[in-house]
């Protein structure tokens, strides 16, 4: 637009009229992501529960439109619309009554054992799901992206199943070493990324991402790797099974599989939940979560809650790994034992609004699409990808409350008696 | 032109910013536009410009109705606006800016830079202002570029110019500069709305004074009115408008600082070989144009720079080096000039804010646990105490007026057992009440032995509350004065002269610190 060179504004030297420089060292808050988080997090339990529900109609009319009888009879739909109708309410009330029945409650079971058998796996899936989605939304919380769920998984699930297998230990005293094994492998995995973003500014979602392939590739090297975690005598990339001292009891007896993790993540949700609302650690957390310039005026050492936060959160991602090594696949595992939970901890932190209890009910929410998915296709032959999907899209949605209020006319909360800000698209407030 | 706004309204949600206001502007008058902040001017003159749309009213130009979808609209009838944020490319030149917006093309949609040249000259010329076309806005002095802003509104021959706060960024002499232009332009036939909170400036120029009060015309007034006639009317009630003090009784030395200097970020010197001292007892107002290193330097004292060189000595304790919370400890009380960027967690409860710098020890913290019951009763005390008007003390703070809202900080950093109190803009966007009582709690604490640092850019607020003035200019203290310095030798000093004689003003004649 013009001949000049648009170059960078070159500052006067010493002060002088320039620009008020923004408060001195570089903290390297993060601001546009904060803002991003707290529209988020913002959201009221209503648009949670909300995004579910739209997430499950938009699931229900993939479900109709991908089944084969609905497709039939949509073909003579002018001569006969009641067939089609009736063949959508087949398929999506098939496809959702085999959700329930598979997660929580089965109906054509002979007895109430038999029956309930679907809500105890939902609990054991939710299991490692309340824990990774405790982590992923402590950091939320302190204004950090943990993107490295699946990582931190695997270094700790490789810590907590090395000292899980190797060292014959008396009941009880093995568990605990094998727990905190896992916890401190998880937690190292995030705490470098802390460390990281404290010493260098280096940004969070990068960094754990790329510590996710780190953790994948060093896994499966030690997985193939002859002492050191692949089972003597194997040539699967594979461990040995876990020894007997060191796996999580059953809690109902051996024809279930809920173990006793569940007991754990209910704890860890109580520990997040003292840590967030009730001690001085959770509040500095929240503190630089929402305004870090405003923590670090007050004296909060912003960079070392960037430490302290990751380490938590790799932690407790750390137990989610426990509860799959000890817990669910306790034969031994191999590189796939992270089974995309780091991610699905995302969705389930941000679900439940990074609050401790509303993770706890998104968790058992994704349990039940886990345990209830699988009986969707083997009863209904809908693939499971359409559970994928209505968890994508409950995401989708919660991404985007001004969407959810759009749909359903909510009313956009703190607009009321404020003023906008006007200001012109390409000015620029100079000086 | 003649301007006439009739029963304009505009509403947000519930908030009614303009309730019916009438205003008629006649050509070749300075129309002043005057209330607190939060009354509604900006809304009004939003409106005008087609910024916002009216709810109900109409505005009419030489009795003409006039329908504004956008500045676009308003430009082309005739309405330029001068913002108080100036709204200019600093990497343009001074005619690239003033075509901005409006280029003139040649064939080919080549843009005619020599007739915009020769554009700015001539009014430039017209008003005696010495201005290159071709020099980079970012080069000129603040003042300067307000004049660009000024030959932009007038390039696109506006009849009506809107001056929003156009003194918040000058100097006192640029300000009297404005004022010099500001006449020309009227004597030229421009009408003009002059938008300010400044009393001093409306009775200086102003040919008729309308004052608003929350969203409402509240009454009319000549520029013979007297300062309390002006201020009753804008704030509603009888105020104060000196600061009722004491003379100071310094005690010993507290604070010393000894050739402090800063470097940014950037690498750029922001603070230049800075020395003083401060004693207990006495305010030290640390006076200059937004931006000449007082920020830095008052970060400086509290630990947030990181490159610090010289000396901060308090009570013979070295502060430099030390991390913001062991300042803190060491008993300095801060005020941040931006309070919702610095000072507070707009997310946060007012209790919570008002432990937010003492979330490590009793009594606040236990074991590691929060004392809620104690925070609670602590923050119910602390917000009586203040005048702190909300809900109660679970509201976010971030709902709370910008008054509130810096009685909730002053709350929280006046309760701590204090040995130096650092206040930087204390009363900046807030409304009189309140700075009547920021300024009564600031002499407080100086009568109750404190050192007081005050870092204010308003020359009012300073010579009211300051025992002694430091003047910044580019980083430097341009010199040390006492506090009835007269308002002439202070506008020097803010421009980096040093003056011969200080003259002084007698302690009665101190007028006008809220306004």
Same mark, same amino acid.
């Given at each position: 637009?013009?001949?000049?060179?648009?170059?960078?504004?070159?500052?006067?030297?010493?002060?002088?009229?320039?620009?008020?420089?923004?408060?001195?060292?570089?903290?390297?808050?993060?601001?546009?992501?904060?803002?991003?988080?707290?529209?988020?997090?913002?959201?009221?339990?209503?648009?949670?529960?909300?995004?579910?529900?739209?997430?499950?109609?938009?699931?229900?009319?993939?479900?109709?439109?991908?089944?084969?009888?609905?497709?039939?009879?949509?073909?003579?739909?002018?001569?006969?619309?009641?067939?089609?109708?009736?063949?959508?309410?087949?398929?999506?009330?098939?496809?959702?009554?085999?959700?329930?029945?598979?997660?929580?409650?089965?109906?054509?079971?002979?007895?109430?054992?038999?029956?309930?058998?679907?809500?105890?796996?939902?609990?054991?899936?939710?299991?490692?799901?309340?824990?990774?989605?405790?982590?992923?939304?402590?950091?939320?919380?302190?204004?950090?992206?943990?993107?490295?769920?699946?990582?931190?998984?695997?270094?700790?699930?490789? &810590?907590?199943?090395? #000292?899980?297998? @190797?060292?014959?230990?008396?009941?009880? +005293?093995?568990?605990? =070493?094998?727990? !905190? %094994?896992?916890?401190?492998?998880?937690?190292?995995?995030?705490?470098?990324?802390?460390?990281?973003?404290?010493?260098?500014?280096?940004?969070?979602?990068?960094?754990?991402?790329?510590?996710?392939?780190?953790?994948?590739?060093?896994?499966?090297?030690?997985?193939?790797?002859?002492?050191?975690?692949?089972?003597?005598?194997?040539?699967?990339?594979?461990?040995?099974?876990?020894?007997?001292?060191?796996?999580?009891?059953?809690?109902?007896?051996?024809?279930?599989?809920?173990?006793?993790?569940?007991?754990?993540?209910?704890?860890?949700?109580?520990?997040?939940?003292?840590?967030?609302?009730?001690?001085?650690?959770?509040?500095?957390?929240?503190?630089?979560?929402?305004?870090?310039?405003?923590?670090?005026? &007050?004296?909060?050492? #912003?960079?070392? @809650?960037?430490?302290?936060?990751?380490? +938590?959160?790799?932690? =407790?991602?750390? !137990? %989610?790994?426990?509860?799959?090594?000890?817990?669910?696949?306790?034969?031994?595992?191999?590189?796939?034992?992270?089974?995309?939970?780091?991610?699905?901890?995302?969705?389930?932190?941000?679900?439940?609004?990074?609050?401790?209890?509303?993770?706890?009910?998104?968790?058992?929410?994704?349990?039940?699409?886990?345990?209830?998915?699988?009986?969707?296709?083997?009863?209904?032959?809908?693939?499971?990808?359409?559970?994928?999907?209505?968890?994508?899209?409950?995401?989708?949605?919660?991404?985007?409350?001004?969407?959810?209020?759009?749909?359903?006319?909510?009313?956009?909360?703190?607009?009321?008696?404020?003023?906008?800000?006007?200001?012109?698209?390409?000015?620029?407030?100079?000086? | 032109?003649?301007?006439?706004?009739?029963?304009?309204?505009?509403?947000?949600?519930?908030?009614?910013?303009?309730?019916?206001?009438?205003?008629?502007?006649?050509?070749?008058?300075?129309?002043?536009?005057?209330?607190?902040?939060?009354?509604?001017?900006?809304?009004?003159?939003?409106?005008?410009?087609?910024?916002?749309?009216?709810?109900?009213?109409?505005?009419?130009?030489?009795?003409?109705?006039?329908?504004?979808?956008?500045?676009?609209?308003?430009?082309?009838?005739?309405?330029?606006?001068?913002?108080?944020?100036?709204?200019?490319?600093?990497?343009?030149?001074?005619?690239?800016?003033?075509?901005?917006?409006?280029?003139?093309?040649?064939?080919?949609?080549?843009?005619?830079?020599?007739?915009?040249?020769?554009?700015?000259?001539?009014?430039?010329?017209?008003?005696?202002?010495?201005?290159?076309?071709?020099?980079?806005?970012?080069?000129?002095?603040?003042?300067?570029?307000?004049?660009?802003?000024?030959?932009?509104?007038?390039?696109?021959?506006?009849?009506?110019?809107?001056?929003?706060?156009?003194?918040?960024?000058?100097?006192?002499?640029?300000?009297?500069?404005?004022?010099?232009?500001?006449?020309?332009?009227?004597?030229?036939?421009?009408?003009?709305?002059?938008?300010?909170?400044?009393?001093?400036?409306?009775?200086?120029?102003?040919?008729?004074?309308?004052?608003?009060?929350?969203?409402?015309?509240?009454?009319?007034?000549?520029?013979?009115?007297?300062?309390?006639?002006?201020?009753?009317?804008?704030?509603?009630?009888?105020?104060?408008?000196?600061?009722?003090?004491?003379?100071?009784?310094?005690?010993?030395?507290?604070?010393?600082?000894?050739?402090?200097?800063?470097?940014?970020?950037?690498?750029?010197?922001?603070?230049?070989?800075?020395?003083?001292?401060?004693?207990?007892?006495?305010?030290?107002?640390?006076?200059?144009?937004?931006?000449?290193?007082?920020?830095?330097?008052?970060?400086?004292?509290?630990?947030?720079?990181?490159?610090?060189?010289?000396?901060?000595?308090?009570?013979?304790?070295?502060?430099?080096?030390?991390?913001?919370?062991?300042?803190?400890?060491?008993?300095?009380?801060?005020?941040?000039?931006?309070?919702?960027?610095?000072?507070?967690?707009?997310?946060?409860?007012?209790?919570?804010?008002?432990?937010?710098?003492?979330?490590?020890?009793?009594?606040?913290?236990?074991?590691?646990?929060?004392?809620?019951?104690?925070?609670?009763?602590?923050?119910?005390?602390?917000?009586?105490?203040?005048?702190?008007?909300?809900?109660?003390?679970?509201?976010?703070?971030?709902?709370?007026?910008?008054?509130?809202?810096?009685?909730?900080?002053?709350?929280?950093?006046?309760?701590?057992?204090?040995?130096?109190?650092?206040?930087?803009?204390?009363?900046?966007?807030?409304?009189?009440?309140?700075?009547?009582?920021?300024?009564?709690?600031?002499?407080?604490?100086?009568?109750?032995?404190?050192?007081?640092?005050?870092?204010?850019?308003?020359?009012?607020?300073?010579?009211?509350?300051?025992?002694?003035?430091?003047?910044?200019?580019?980083?430097?203290?341009?010199?040390?004065?006492?506090?009835?310095?007269?308002?002439?030798?202070?506008?020097?000093?803010?421009?980096?002269?040093?003056?011969?004689?200080?003259?002084?003003?007698?302690?009665?004649?101190?007028?006008?610190?809220?306004?």
């Amino acid at each position: 637009m013009s001949d000049t060179a648009v170059a960078a504004t070159p500052q006067s030297p010493s002060g002088g009229s320039s620009t008020p420089a923004p408060a001195g060292t570089p903290v390297a808050p993060a601001p546009r992501s904060n803002q991003i988080l707290r529209d988020i997090l913002g959201g009221s339990v209503v648009i949670s529960i909300l995004a579910v529900v739209l997430a499950l109609v938009a699931g229900g009319i993939l479900i109709a439109l991908t089944d084969e009888d609905v497709q039939t009879a949509s073909g003579y739909f002018f001569s006969r619309p009641g067939d089609t109708l009736q063949a959508i309410w087949i398929a999506v009330s098939g496809a959702y009554s085999a959700l329930f029945q598979g997660s929580v409650y089965n109906f054509g079971a002979v007895d109430f054992a038999k029956g309930i058998k679907p809500l105890t796996d939902t609990l054991t899936f939710a299991t490692p799901l309340i824990a990774a989605g405790l982590g992923v939304g402590l950091a939320f919380r302190a204004g950090m992206f943990n993107i490295g769920g699946q990582g931190q998984m695997l270094i700790a699930a490789a &810590a907590a199943g090395w #000292v899980g297998y @190797s060292f014959p230990l008396p009941y009880g +005293i093995h568990l605990v =070493l094998a727990v !905190l %094994a896992g916890i401190a492998g998880g937690a190292l995995w995030g705490g470098i990324v802390g460390l990281l973003k404290a010493r260098t500014g280096a940004h969070e979602v990068i960094v754990t991402i790329m510590l996710n392939y780190v953790a994948v590739y060093l896994v499966s090297y030690m997985l193939r790797t002859p002492g050191l975690l692949q089972a003597p005598g194997s040539n699967n990339p594979k461990t040995p099974a876990m020894l007997p001292t060191a796996v999580y009891p059953d809690l109902l007896g051996s024809s279930y599989n809920l173990h006793a993790g569940l007991l754990v993540s209910v704890a860890a949700t109580v520990f997040v939940w003292w840590l967030l609302s009730r001690s001085s650690l959770g509040f500095k957390f929240r503190a630089v979560g929402v305004n870090p310039n405003a923590a670090r005026v &007050a004296g909060i050492d #912003v960079k070392r @809650s960037y430490v302290t936060v990751m380490l +938590i959160s790799g932690g =407790l991602v750390g !137990l %989610a790994a426990v509860a799959q090594v000890l817990g669910t696949v306790t034969s031994g595992f191999s590189s796939g034992i992270d089974a995309g939970i780091g991610f699905d901890a995302i969705t389930v932190a941000l679900l439940g609004r990074s609050r401790p209890w509303g993770i706890f009910v998104a968790g058992i929410l994704f349990g039940a699409f886990k345990a209830g998915g699988f009986s969707m296709q083997a009863g209904e032959g809908i693939p499971v990808d359409i559970v994928l999907v209505v968890q994508s899209l409950i995401v989708l949605f919660i991404a985007a409350p001004p969407l959810v209020r759009a749909v359903f006319r909510l009313p956009t909360p703190g607009v009321t008696g404020k003023k906008k800000p006007v200001r012109l698209a390409k000015a620029v407030a100079a000086k | 032109m003649k301007l006439e706004l009739r029963g304009i309204t505009k509403r947000f949600g519930s908030l009614t910013a303009n309730d019916h206001i009438d205003l008629v502007v006649r050509p070749g008058e300075i129309h002043a536009l005057l209330g607190e902040n939060g009354a509604g001017k900006s809304t009004l003159m939003n409106v005008l410009y087609g910024l916002y749309q009216a709810d109900e009213g109409e505005i009419l130009l030489d009795e003409k109705a006039q329908h504004f979808a956008g500045p676009g609209d308003a430009m082309a009838a005739g309405i330029g606006m001068v913002h108080q944020h100036f709204m200019l490319i600093p990497v343009f030149t001074v005619a690239e800016n003033v075509m901005l917006g409006n280029e003139q093309t040649k064939a080919g949609g080549r843009l005619d830079l020599a007739a915009a040249r020769a554009r700015v000259r001539e009014i430039s010329a017209r008003f005696g202002f010495d201005l290159d076309p071709d020099a980079l806005v970012d080069d000129l002095p603040v003042g300067v570029q307000q004049r660009v802003e000024i030959i932009k509104a007038l390039s696109r021959d506006a009849k009506v110019l809107v001056f929003d706060e156009p003194t918040a960024v000058l100097t006192p002499q640029e300000t009297d500069e404005l004022m010099v232009i500001m006449g020309q332009l009227r004597d030229a036939g421009t009408s003009i709305v002059f938008i300010t909170h400044k009393l001093r400036e409306v009775r200086e120029i102003a040919d008729r004074i309308t004052i608003i009060r929350l969203g409402r015309v509240v009454g009319e007034a000549a520029p013979t009115a007297s300062n309390a006639e002006l201020a009753s009317l804008m704030v509603g009630r009888s105020v104060e408008l000196t600061v009722h003090k004491e003379l100071a009784k310094p005690g010993d030395e507290a604070l010393v600082v000894r050739d402090l200097s800063v470097i940014d970020a950037l690498g750029q010197l922001v603070v230049n070989n800075v020395s003083f001292e401060v004693r207990r007892g006495e305010v030290l107002a640390i006076a200059g144009v937004q931006g000449n290193g007082q920020t830095e330097l008052s970060e400086a004292i509290i630990g947030l720079q990181e490159k610090v060189l010289g000396s901060i000595t308090l009570d013979g304790q070295s502060l430099v080096g030390m991390s913001v919370s062991r300042v803190l400890e060491a008993g300095v009380g801060f005020v941040p000039e931006d309070r919702n960027h610095d000072g507070l967690v707009g997310e946060f409860t007012i209790a919570e804010n008002l432990m937010l710098d003492r979330s490590n020890t009793a009594p606040f913290v236990k074991r590691g646990t929060l004392q809620l019951a104690y925070l609670n009763q602590f923050a119910e005390e602390k917000t009586r105490e203040f005048d702190v008007r909300s809900q109660g003390i679970q509201t976010p703070v971030g709902r709370l007026s910008g008054g509130n809202q810096q009685k909730v900080v002053l709350a929280r950093e006046l309760s701590r057992d204090l040995r130096l109190f650092v206040a930087a803009q204390p009363t900046r966007g807030i409304d009189v009440g309140s700075i009547e009582f920021v300024h009564k709690r600031i002499v407080e604490t100086r009568d109750a032995g404190v050192p007081v640092i005050v870092v204010s850019t308003e020359l009012d607020e300073v010579t009211a509350l300051a025992d002694r003035i430091a003047v910044m200019y580019r980083g430097s203290i341009v010199g040390i004065v006492p506090g009835n310095t007269s308002r002439d030798v202070l506008g020097l000093m803010m421009a980096g002269e040093v003056p011969d004689v200080i003259t002084t003003v007698r302690a009665d004649q101190i007028e006008g610190a809220l306004l």
